[in-house]
């Protein structure tokens, strides 16, 4: 597993302090992030791979400063977004998923070759010259983490991945989530999906407010918000 390090990382937009001060060491396997709207949990996740340079402070992803050498970063870290229609920019699903591969440098067997094993993983085969846009919320959602596991990360970032969906393909990209042999780190309001995680850390207004097991993550979470 690589090893994430916050240090003193914090940003604001302008004279608003959304992280204030965060110190973390993430090594597990499976992490999930959670707080009340605008607690900073999102703020937190963009700054592992780059996606949001922290006003000070330092996040290093396996001793690399993901704020100076973010490209590096990012070939390592994969980052799944709320709404996945902010990452589908091709007209279908095969070319979209080719689309990732583009700098790769693989030559057009090995990338139609990988473009096949992600249809085929996530039931996106039969949709191969569909229209990405009509898909439906869980394909796109689907669609969207095969486009970044196509590149084959050593993390993956998911950022309120089931929010926007109902609670059927919420549990299909939960699942999807889950068979993943990648480091995940999943920032969430659907508790239910920590359930098998081995850390959850809660943040409020900036600051870890707790860390540890789900089972005792959870209720901690639940007590700040009530």
Do not use: W
Not at 9 to 33: C, M, Y
Not at 43 to 60: E, F, K, Q
Not at 214 to 223: G, K, L, N, Q, S
């Amino acid at each position: 597993m690589s090893e994430i390090v916050f240090e003193s990382v914090r940003h604001a937009f302008g004279e608003r302090e959304v992280l204030r001060g965060i110190d973390l060491s993430i090594t597990e396997r499976r992490v999930g992030i959670i707080g009340s709207n605008g607690s900073g949990k999102s703020t937190l996740a963009r700054t592992i791979n780059g996606l949001l340079t922290p006003t000070s402070g330092t996040v290093m992803v396996d001793g690399v400063n993901a704020s100076k050498k973010g490209a590096q970063v990012r070939k390592k870290v994969g980052f799944v977004f709320t709404d996945p229609d902010t990452q589908i920019v091709m007209p279908t699903v095969a070319e979209d998923l080719a689309f990732s591969l583009r700098r790769s440098g693989l030559d057009k067997q090995e990338i139609a070759e990988r473009v096949q094993e992600i249809m085929v993983r996530f039931r996106l085969d039969g949709h191969a010259e569909h229209p990405s846009h009509l898909l439906s919320g869980g394909q796109k959602q689907l669609l969207a983490i095969g486009a970044v596991l196509i590149r084959r990360p050593e993390v993956v970032i998911a950022d309120e991945p089931t929010t926007l969906l109902d609670l059927r393909n919420a549990r299909v990209v939960s699942e999807a989530l889950d068979s993943l042999d990648q480091q995940v780190i999943v920032v969430t309001h659907q508790l239910a999906l920590l359930e098998s995680f081995e850390r959850v850390v809660v943040i409020d207004q900036g600051v870890v407010a707790f860390d540890g097991t789900p089972a005792d993550a959870v209720p901690a979470y639940r007590e700040l918000v009530l």
